[in-house]
């Protein structure tokens, strides 16, 4: 059982466009709604980015940003000690938190410019999300496509991994792997699968879910259609549009 003081941490995992962006934002806005004394904190930890226009928030420093001033500042050989930089980077950390609503944070990792960096990136990000979550009752992770951030440990402290693909096999069997490899690396609490923008509600049934607790299917959605084809941000969703109920049921079934 879960200590009531602390972090509930949320990673949305799965293969690209099934909707991860989409539902972490829309996770978010849910949390601060329902919780309006709780602190939540949104991390956009795809280096394609979106969570922040999903959001409706504008970024100027990321997670990469300070990791890149941290190395250049012990490069340079400055002697401080490890740690004592550690710590001016947590500060940094503070400092790149974008406030959304009075109970809602933002942090971006950000876009390294050289495929190499994703590694060190993502070994920072690990850290940044330990020293940071502690500071908020809530963490919602919009994860990477694929499986990378599951097999690099950065989701080791996620409490509920949330696994979203489409109906496709691909899809399922991406969701099934990420499951299997997190079983064995990370230390979660609870898992559940999230299938959107299914092309026929009526074939639900016939979805192939292994042992995948299945919390919600989503159909597709117009509303979310004409929500991206605006730009628009999650917050102007309405209440009722069947891509905020499916993220809403899917909360609920994670007891969350
Ligand atoms: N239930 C849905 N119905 C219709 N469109 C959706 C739905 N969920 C997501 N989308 C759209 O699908 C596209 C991919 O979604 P996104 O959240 O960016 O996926 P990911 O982050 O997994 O790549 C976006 O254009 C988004 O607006
Ligand atoms: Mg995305």
């Known amino acids: 059982m879960q200590q ?20 972490s934002a829309l996770m978010v806005k849910l949390l601060s709604d329902f919780y309006p004394d709780k602190k ?3 991390i956009d930890a ?9 959001l409706g928030v504008e970024v100027d420093s990321t997670v990469d940003d300070i990791r890149k001033s941290f190395v250049q ?15 001016e980077a947590k500060y940094q950390m503070f400092d790149a938190l974008v406030d959304i609503r009075d109970n809602v944070s933002f942090l971006a990792i950000g876009r390294p410019e050289s495929a190499g960096c994703y590694c060190k990136v993502n070994a920072y990000l690990k850290e940044v999300i330990s020293m940071i979550s502690d500071h908020f009752d ?14 690099r440990r950065v989701m080791e402290k996620v409490t509920h991994l949330i696994l979203v693909s489409d109906a496709s096999k691909k899809g399922l069997q991406v969701v099934q792997t ?14 559940g699968l999230i299938v959107n923008r299914m092309p026929d509600m009526s074939l639900v049934d016939r979805l192939d879910t292994g042992d995948l607790e299945l919390l919600t299917c989503i159909p597709d959605d117009r509303e979310m ?6 730009g628009a941000s999650v917050f102007e969703l309405p209440d009722d549009a069947p891509v905020v109920l499916g993220a809403k049921e899917a909360l609920q079934k994670l007891g969350i």
């Not at 009531?4 to 293969?15: E, H």
């Not at 500042?73 to 710590?87: C, H, P, S």
């Not at 809530?138 to 097999?151: C, K, L, R, S």
Request: charged share 15%; net charge negative; proline share 1%.
């Open 4 to 23: 009531a003081s602390a972090t509930t941490i949320l990673a949305l995992v799965g293969k690209g466009g099934v909707g991860k962006t989409s539902l």
């Open 40 to 42: 939540i904190l949104a």
């Open 138 to 151: 809530y963490v919602v992770i919009d994860g990477e496509a694929g499986i990378e951030q599951v097999n």
């Open 225 to 230: 259609v004409l929500s991206d084809m605006n």
């Open 178 to 191: 990420i499951h299997q490899v997190a079983s064995e690396l990370v230390m979660f609490d609870k898992a």
């Open 46 to 54: 795809d280096p394609a980015v979106g969570l922040a226009t999903a």
């Open 73 to 87: 500042t012990a490069e340079n050989g400055n002697t401080k000690a490890a740690v004592e930089l550690l710590g």
